[in-house]
């Protein structure tokens, strides 16, 4: 069973920080909401088309963990508020 990578959208703003991908993994969310910045560290890999099971594609920043796991299909939104 495949598994979910939960993807959380980024403001505007920090997509530059975020190499141009508006949404980051449930990982790099986790480090982020502490410190506020996304910095570049292992586990820093770009994903322009990470896919739902409906067929929507994301551009996404995955840690090496979900970026492993990645298989099309098995991404999902979280239901948070826009990351300023």
């Not at 975020?18 to 820093?44: N, R, V």
Request: proline share 5%; charged share 20%.
């Amino acid at each position: 069973m495949a598994q979910t990578i939960w993807i959380h959208k980024l403001a505007e703003a920090k997509k530059a920080d975020a190499d141009g991908m508006g949404y980051i993994c449930e990982h790099l969310f986790q480090g982020l909401t502490p410190s506020g910045k996304l910095t570049k560290a292992k586990g820093w890999n770009p994903m322009p088309n990470a896919s739902t099971k409906d067929g929507s594609t994301y551009q996404a920043l995955f840690c090496d963990s979900c970026e492993k796991n990645y298989n099309n299909g098995n991404v999902r939104m979280a239901k948070e508020p826009v990351l300023v």
